[in-house]
Structures are given as C-alpha cells and as structure tokens.
C-alpha cells in the first residue's frame, strides 16, 4: 500500500530469481530477528517441536531493559498482588484513544500470565538461577496511576558472563535452551526481502556475511520479529514524525530498528495500522530522575503539571520545543522527594527498587547527584539568581516564577497548572538544585496490521498466508500512544505474543 507522499523506502525492490540464490536452506519455522519476540518464538516453537531457523542481521541477539510487564503472575502473588484484568483492559483502550485492537489486549492481558509462568519455569533452573523480583516503582496518582507487574530478571547468566542484567538474563537462557533444542541460528545475515510464491509467503532471502545471497524456506511459517522503525529517520518522517522531534534516539544497539520487517511485508501486499505509529520515549537524555518539584524552559517559566508519569513528561517537553528543560529542587531533597512517592513516584521519579526493598535511598540520590554536578547535568547555587545563571536560563523569568510558584506552595493550590495540593512543595532551602531533563526515543512500537493469530493482513483485511508478525513490527497494541499503565509491557506483550505464536507453530501453525 505505498502511498504518494511516502519516500523510497517504500519502493519494492526487485524479487530475486532462484539461480540468484547460493544456497537455499530449509526449515519449518522462519523467525527473522532475534530480540525478545523473536527468541520467545522461536524457543516456543522449537520446545514445541518445529524445526526453526532464526535469522539475525546482528551478530547476537538482541536484549535491553529492565522490565518484563505482564498483569497477573505467580510471583506477583507472592506478594500479595492481584490485578484485575477486565480493569487494566478499559483502561489501556481508555488511554490509547481507543484506537487499539481490544483483541490484542486482551490475548497481552489474560494469557501474558501463562507466557510468564513458562519464563519463570526456565529462568528458575538450578543452571540458570536468576534472581526474580517485582519492580517497586510505579506512578500512584490516580489520573495516570500504573500496576504492579513489571517483573525483573537479575544477576543470572549475563551477569556471570560479565554482561548486562535485566532482560538480557532472559534471552540468554532461551539461547542456550535452543542451542541444545538444535535451532539454526543465522547470525549477521539480514533479511532483505520477503519470497511470495502463488500468493504464500514461504521464505525470505538475506544477505550473508560474505555478501552472498540465500534463501531460507520455511514450510510452517516466516515470523516478522525485526522491531521497530525508529533509528529509520525517513520512515519515522511519514510514519511517526514525533520520533524524529525526540531530543536523542537511545535505541540499541544500533541498527537493529531500522523497519526492514515494516517495509519487506508491506512489499509483499501488507497494510499498516492508521498513522502517525505510537512512540515509547521516555525522559533519559540526561539522568532519569526527576521529581515532581519545579520544571523549567529557556524563559525561566513553567509549562506543565510537573505530576504526571514519565512518558507525558518527555512528550510535554516535546511540545515546548526546546531540547531539554530543568527540574529544579532544593537541600532539602532527603526530606522532601520521600514525601512525594505515596501520591507519584513510579519509574524514574526517583530511583527504582524492586519490591520489598527500601523505596528511597539518600545514598542512591546522592549519587545520582553527584554524577550529575560532575558531568554537568545537574547544577547547583546558593540563590535562585545564580541558579539561572548557571542553567542559562532567562533570569528574571526563573525568579519571578519561583517566587510565584513558592506562594502557590503557601496556598496549597497551583493557580496555573492545577497540581494535586499534596505535592505543592516550596522550593526555599538552599543551595538549590536543578537537573537537566530531556526526552529520548526509545522505540517506535506501531507496525503492520496483524489479527490474533498474530497472521500479517492486508489492505483488504486478509491474512497474507504463510506471514506472521509479533513486536514492534506489529501494530495494533497502542494506537497513539505507549500507556505506562504496566511498566514494561512493551517487552511483556512481545514475550506473550512471541510466546503463544510459538505454541501455534510448533503445533503445525
Ligand atoms: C534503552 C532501552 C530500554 C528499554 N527498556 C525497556 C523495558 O525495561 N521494558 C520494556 O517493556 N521495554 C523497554 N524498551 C523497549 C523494548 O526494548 C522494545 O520495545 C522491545 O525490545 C521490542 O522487541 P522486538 O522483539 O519487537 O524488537 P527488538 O528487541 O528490537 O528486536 C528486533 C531484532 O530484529 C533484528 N532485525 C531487524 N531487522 C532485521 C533484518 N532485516 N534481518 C534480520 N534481523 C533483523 C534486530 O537486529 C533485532 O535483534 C527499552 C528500549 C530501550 C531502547
């Protein structure tokens, strides 16, 4: 469905003719990239008995973050936490405009607990002994309020091999889980396009290493896994614009969200979900902490209601077009941020901690700080006149809206933004402090259109046989927007998707 407007990314290339192709390898199942879709379908599969090829245009797999979201587990009742799925349901669509696919969720809410079980079964082996946790840091206001659920993966595998923990862990368990269940893997070897015969997709040529050119067949299905389209400048410019006006694009490693998978299936006849696609772009241009206290443009004025979860604040700085702004606090921190966490808090508020742990930690902060003055993030001054000074911002703009925003305090009522009274908290101990806060892309999560057996339809709705698409190349989760009602359930939807479209494969597709 190229569109007039689109650029020539769009532009199908030239289909391949079989004497191209040095080699031509056989499979049952095709899973083109090895991120946390991905690798969950593929183990999937591969446990339920498919022969299965991964093919992976890096020389690794691919994992990053913290936290794996889904809404109920057994680890979370352990500690005593159930959520209501109808509840999360309505409120996901609520906070997507209702332009999500309500299947979609509900398959991510009712059957992500299942998809969890099974990575808590693999992680939890005597050979890979990952700690597990529930992450402590979630938003508590009622407008944006977020659940429980973000699991957390730490010090296993990875990190004994000197490597990242967190997700990584889970990704490094399914590997050597498929090393032993003899899944091929084609590292290094991108796909450049899609092959359709009689209408089927039935496999997808790459490019090795060598630079030769092969064919893979899969004779149950080719799984789209190849992520999203934000590090493509061109495609985020027609499909999601809001990508390109983030301060930084933090997606890792780079390379890996290029839209190969968006643009290979729309050349085979696939329709994308309505544009502009979704962002997930959170506050970390700088340090991720940033309170709830004062924030602060190039004129030294406010523009926002600084209580709110982290994806609003970044697309708000967004809306003032500057590349960052400043959240500004005061010596009395070690007092006053612990004061805020029962009504906000939540991921990068203040620090994260998983559940059960202490929620806050001056030593923690401190640090933060301290890395902040010393990187030049974080500045600090004995009067609000040398603080301007030293952020660069309009001086009398910052005095005057200080001293305003200090009498709203004494009022208990934000004139301007309407902040909830429990957080109205003056700023009048010095030093004073102020943190730059910037938003950063970290993926863009809209893609082709799928229906609930994860099948890549087309403009008429119909599935193009032989085609499946799961993560951020699939579209239909979000709608407009990443809802942090479940931190991490970007990662979590992905694993559940990846999880149950393997059961669906391995059992013959
Ligand atoms: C710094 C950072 C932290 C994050 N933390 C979290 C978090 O804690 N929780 C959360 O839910 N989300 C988090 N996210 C978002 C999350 O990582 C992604 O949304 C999610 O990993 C997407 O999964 P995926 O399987 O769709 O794609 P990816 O994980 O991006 O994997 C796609 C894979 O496909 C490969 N590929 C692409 N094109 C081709 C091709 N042509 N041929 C072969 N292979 C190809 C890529 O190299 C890559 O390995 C974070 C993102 C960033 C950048």
């Not at 090829?53 to 979370?76: C, D, H, P, Q, W």
Request: net charge negative; with cysteine.
């Amino acid at each position: 469905m190229k569109k007039n407007n689109w650029g020539h990314w769009a532009d199908p290339p030239k289909a391949h003719a079989p004497e191209e192709f040095s080699e031509i390898l056989e499979t049952e199942v095709l899973v083109i990239g090895a991120g946390v879709s991905g690798m969950s379908c593929a183990y999937r599969a591969a446990q339920t008995g498919a022969k299965v090829t991964v093919m992976e245009k890096l020389g690794t797999y691919t994992a990053r973050g913290f936290n794996i979201g889904v809404v109920n587990s057994s680890l979370l009742e352990k500690h005593g936490i159930r959520n209501d799925p109808d509840a999360f349901i309505r409120e996901w669509i609520k906070r997507c405009g209702n332009r999500c696919d309500e299947r979609l969720v509900r398959l991510f809410a009712y059957r992500g607990p299942e998809a969890m079980e099974w990575l808590l079964e693999l992680v939890s082996r005597p050979e890979y002994n990952v700690r597990t946790a529930i992450s402590g840091s979630r938003y508590m206001g009622e407008t944006y309020r977020e659940i429980y659920g973000a699991h957390l993966f730490l010090n296993g595998p990875s990190a004994r091999q000197g490597r990242p923990t967190g997700v990584p862990e889970v990704l490094e368990c399914m590997y050597q889980e498929m090393r032993k269940l003899d899944v091929r893997f084609l590292f290094n070897t991108p796909m450049e396009q899609l092959i359709r015969e009689n209408g089927r997709v039935t496999g997808a040529a790459a490019v090795q290493a060598d630079g030769t050119l092969i064919a893979v067949k899969a004779s149950r299905g080719v799984v789209l896994a190849t992520g999203g389209i934000g590090g493509n400048d061109e495609m985020c410019e027609d499909l999601s614009p809001l990508a390109n006006r983030t301060s930084v694009k933090v997606s890792a490693p780079k390379g890996s969200d290029m839209g190969d998978g968006h643009r290979a299936a729309l050349w085979v006849g696939a329709s994308f979900e309505d544009t502009p696609f979704p962002t997930m772009i959170h506050p970390q241009l700088y340090f991720h902490c940033s309170y709830c206290f004062l924030f602060v443009k190039s004129d030294g004025r406010r523009f926002m209601n600084e209580d709110t979860y982290l994806q609003a604040k970044s697309l708000n700085i967004i809306q003032t077009g500057e590349k960052y702004v400043w959240s500004v606090f005061d010596s009395d921190w070690p007092e006053k941020i612990p004061a805020t966490l029962p009504y906000g808090g939540g991921i990068f508020w203040g620090q994260e901690n998983p559940l059960g742990m202490e929620q806050f930690s001056v030593e923690k902060e401190q640090a933060v700080i301290d890395r902040g003055l010393k990187s030049g993030s974080t500045v600090m001054a004995d009067t609000p006149e040398e603080l301007a000074e030293k952020m660069g911002v309009d001086r009398d703009g910052f005095t005057s809206t200080l001293a305003r925003y200090n009498e709203m305090c004494r009022n208990g009522h934000d004139d301007d933004f309407g902040r909830r009274p429990e957080l109205m908290i003056p700023i009048d101990r010095p030093p004073y402090i102020a943190r730059k806060i910037g938003p950063a892309l970290l993926a863009v999560v809209g893609g082709v259109t799928v229906d609930p057996d994860m099948r890549v339809l087309d403009e008429n709705r119909e599935p193009i046989p032989g085609l499946y698409a799961i993560g951020n190349v699939a579209g239909g989760r979000y709608g407009v927007d990443y809802p942090m009602i479940l931190p991490g359930n970007s990662i979590g939807s992905g694993m559940t998707f990846g999880y149950l479209l393997g059961s669906a494969l391995g059992r013959g597709g």
